[in-house]
């Protein structure tokens, strides 16, 4: 089992930044990669930027330039800085742990809102 917890949304003006936390819990080792999905109202659950264990990143389109993955691997924590923020981007983020055996796991979910 793996535990998600996220942290570090909130409201933001356009153009502006957020920076959010993704801290993993439990069978840490069995984890191939993570992401953030996020998930506007009336809309799909889309994904917006994944790491692999190995350090390879890939972005959605609307995201690339503006959106930034990383982990630190010694706090078992994977982080999505947002830069010049829109409205387009306020969504439910959700936090994704895939393990080598192929099993999904999310968090809870942290909001984000860009509006002036």
């Known amino acids: 089992q793996v535990q998600l917890v996220e942290s570090g949304g909130g409201l933001v003006q356009p153009g502006g930044s957020l920076r959010l936390s993704c801290a993993a819990s439990?069978?840490?080792?069995?984890?191939?990669?993570m992401g953030w999905y996020r998930q506007a109202p009336g809309k799909q659950r889309e994904s917006v930027a994944a790491?692999?264990?190995?350090?390879?990143?890939n972005y959605a389109d609307s995201v690339k330039g503006r959106f930034t993955i990383s982990r630190n691997n010694a706090k078992n924590t994977v982080y999505l800085q947002m830069n010049s923020l829109k409205p387009e981007d306020t969504a439910v983020y959700y936090c994704?742990?895939?393990?080598?055996?192929?099993?999904?796991?999310w968090g809870q979910g942290t909001q984000v809102t860009v509006s002036s």
């Open positions: 994704n742990a895939i393990t080598h055996q192929g099993q999904d796991y």
């Open positions: 790491i692999t264990s190995g350090g390879s990143t």
């Open positions: 439990g069978s840490i080792l069995t984890i191939y990669g």
